[in-house]
């Protein structure tokens, strides 16, 4: 069936319809690339005006780097399964000089831009296990994935600063698959882990109260004799709190390690707080991390954790946002609008 996006009419006062772009593999839409759209999304929209650029199931192999200057950009797929944006490097590559690329080259979908959004799609890194293979790198403030997969095995999201919300997404790797600076906050989503390894490796700066946050999340693995880490410090002050978490048996019992440096011991800030599942043992955890109060685990909100100096607040962003509905009048052709 061929699909195009319905006109969409914005839910604040004195909003106006508009038309968005569309990205098809087929030649169904305006666009076959999804840096394409990208590329042609004005700059000048604002949190009532998000250029929202439907994405038509299908593979999408490329490079996608959402430039600095898009800001209010709204990617959004029809099922996160089958509309998949994706690419296949990895940090031993040869480079144009012959070494390797490293890690930070080798992400597929860089995201440089603040007041972005995603749903229903899947960013991955296809690599394999052949070392760090970024599928995401996340560089800007204010970010939202809604009902997003990010497939990898080392390295998965490198999340290296702003804010970022995650809410009912998968995240699957093995190796520090969520690492980086950046402060986050996961709600409902799943961690999967793939083998054995470490889900964080967190580099939070000493100054932020936050680093990662999960909230009502579960941690599973690939088979029944993969173990994991929760985390292990990247930098000094990593900061991770898991909340209200079910974990499965994948969890190791003592749940963090140090890096092989004791010292991080005393700077890293590792908490749970009513964790569940054969994978919860307070008793059996390492003594230097935290287990919260009530009270304290009652302060640790999406507001707290995100809100900084502009008191934002990415639910009452999703609240306000339209509906996006793909429509089978195939007639109606969008124009592609002017970069």
């Known amino acids: 069936m061929s699909l195009t996006l319905a006109l969409l009419a914005f839910a604040v006062p004195g909003a106006k319809a508009k038309t968005e772009l569309v990205v098809a593999a087929d030649g169904s839409g305006q666009f076959t690339s999804v840096q394409a759209a990208i590329d042609a999304a004005p700059q000048n929209t604002s949190p009532t005006n998000w250029c929202v650029i439907l994405i038509k199931p299908g593979v999408y192999k490329e490079l996608i780097y959402v430039q600095r200057e898009k800001h209010f950009?709204?990617?959004?797929?029809?099922?996160p399964e089958r509309t998949v944006l994706t690419y296949d490097?990895?940090?031993?590559?040869?480079?144009?000089?012959?070494?390797?690329?490293?890690t930070f080259r080798t992400p597929s979908t860089?995201?440089?831009a603040d007041d972005f959004m995603a749903e229903n799609l899947t960013f991955q890194n296809s690599a394999g296990r052949k070392g760090q293979a970024l599928?995401?790198?996340?560089?800007?403030?204010r970010i939202i994935f809604r009902n997003c997969r990010f497939l990898g095995w080392q390295d998965t999201i490198f999340?290296?600063?702003?804010?970022?919300?995650?809410?009912?997404?998968?995240?699957?790797?093995?190796?520090?698959?969520?690492?980086?600076?950046?402060t986050e906050f996961y709600e409902r989503c799943h961690i999967h882990c793939l083998g054995n390894g470490y889900i964080t490796a967190a580099s939070t700066p000493?100054?932020?109260?936050?680093?990662?946050?999960?909230?009502?999340?579960?941690?599973?693995?690939?088979?029944?004799?993969?173990?994991?880490?929760?985390?292990?410090?990247?930098?000094?002050?990593?900061?991770?709190?898991?909340?209200?978490?079910?974990m499965s048996g994948v969890v190791r019992p003592a749940g963090?390690?140090?890096w092989r440096d004791p010292a991080r011991e005393k700077t890293a800030r590792y908490a749970e707080f009513n964790s569940t599942g054969p994978g919860a043992n307070p008793q059996a955890r390492v003594k230097w991390?935290?287990?919260?109060?009530?009270?304290?685990?009652?302060?640790i909100t999406v507001e707290k954790v995100l809100g900084g100096s502009d008191h934002w607040n990415p639910q009452s962003v999703l609240a306000q946002l339209p509906a996006v509905h793909f429509s089978s009048d195939s007639t109606n052709r969008i124009p592609a609008a002017k970069p």
């Open 73 to 79: 950009v709204r990617l959004v797929g029809e099922d």
């Open 89 to 102: 490097l990895h940090a031993n590559l040869p480079g144009p000089d012959g070494k390797p690329i490293g």
């Open 110 to 112: 860089v995201i440089d």
């Open 135 to 141: 599928a995401v790198r996340l560089d800007g403030d």
């Open 159 to 182: 999340c290296d600063r702003g804010r970022q919300y995650y809410q009912n997404c998968y995240i699957a790797g093995a190796v520090d698959f969520i690492f980086g600076g950046a």
């Open 206 to 246: 000493a100054d932020h109260p936050f680093g990662y946050v999960f909230s009502h999340c579960r941690i599973t693995g690939e088979n029944p004799d993969v173990r994991t880490y929760l985390g292990r410090p990247w930098r000094a002050y990593a900061s991770v709190t898991f909340l209200n978490t079910e």
């Open 256 to 258: 963090w390690d140090n």
């Open 289 to 299: 991390a935290r287990q919260l109060t009530d009270r304290q685990a009652a302060a």
